[in-house]
């Protein structure tokens, strides 16, 4: 572990728009290194609206010859509503195959205590399908996902030849209870970072304050984007200057905020101002 005074993160204050609960081991590394982490929520979590279509796909899911998960919550959604069933996801004799759209989401899936198969090399579903290509011919594919995944994955996976089953497991919200006076400090630029880690993040943060006082973050903060998809999110909204972290592991995160804060300390002793 890094130590605090070693650390171009130490005395930076870090704005993690995830849940507390998700937060946590980010939090702990980040405060190791000497840096302040704050915890603002951008996104919250619910039951889909209606359960019928889950509960039918968990109740054939030996039909299925790949379940993939895009998200950790996509993993705890069917793990909750598996066990809420009293239906066992997972069997010794089972043919049903995990794949995984990056480290986060099968960290999860081992966790539920799911065999995974495959995590894609490059962390966006599209790319998920692409990676498994020819292995997907024929193949029946149960997808749970929110309700405001990106739409990029289902036809990917079509164009190779799946059957596709595309559930709704879970709601993306924002939370109701945001705390606009802290998010409006650091809207105002009161905060060294502001880590983004989904494009719902992105966007609840636009309709909170808008996209002309997202652009305007960039430069009197580093806006940092977990993952291309959410880079990507960011993008579209106008921001050009972005740091990214290519996943969404802590080791990820603090090496990409590391890097970018190392670089500017040797831009300012050179001279050369951040541009």
């Given amino acids: 572990m890094a130590e605090a005074s070693q650390s171009a993160l130490a005395g930076k204050r870090i704005v993690i728009t995830r849940s507390a609960a998700q937060s946590e081991a980010l939090a702990r590394e980040l405060s190791a290194r ?16 209606d359960f019928a279509p ?42 049903l195959r995990i794949a995984c759209v990056g480290p986060v989401s ?11 198969e495959y995590i894609a090399e490059t962390h966006t579903g599209a790319a998920l399908a692409e990676e498994l290509g020819s292995r997907l011919q024929g193949m029946k594919i149960f997808l749970p996902r929110s309700d405001r995944a990106n739409p990029d994955l289902p036809p990917a996976l079509k164009r190779y030849g799946a059957q596709v089953t595309e559930i709704i497991a879970y709601r993306t919200l924002r939370p109701a209870g945001a705390d606009q006076k802290n998010l409006g400090q650091i809207a105002e630029g009161a905060a060294n970072a502001v880590l983004f880690f989904s494009p719902s993040a992105v966007q609840h943060f636009a309709e909170l304050f808008g996209n002309e006082q997202l652009r305007a973050l960039q430069d009197k903060l580093a806006i940092t984007a977990v993952g291309p998809v959410t880079a990507n999110a960011l993008r579209g909204a106008g921001v050009r200057r972005i740091v990214l972290a290519g996943h969404t592991t802590a080791a990820a995160v603090l090496e990409a905020l590391e890097e970018h804060f190392a670089g500017a300390v040797r831009q300012t002793q050179s001279g050369v101002k951040r541009v």
């Fill in 34 to 49: 000497g840096a302040i982490p704050v915890v603002l929520p951008l996104v919250a979590f619910a039951d889909p609206e």
């Fill in 106 to 116: 099968a960290e999860a899936a081992r966790q539920a205590g799911f065999a995974v």
């Fill in 54 to 95: 889950l509960d039918a796909a968990i109740a054939e899911i030996e039909r299925f010859d790949w379940m993939i998960f895009t998200s950790a919550q996509a993993v705890r959604a069917v793990v909750k509503r598996g066990e809420e069933l009293k239906r066992g996801l997972i069997r010794s004799d089972s043919k």
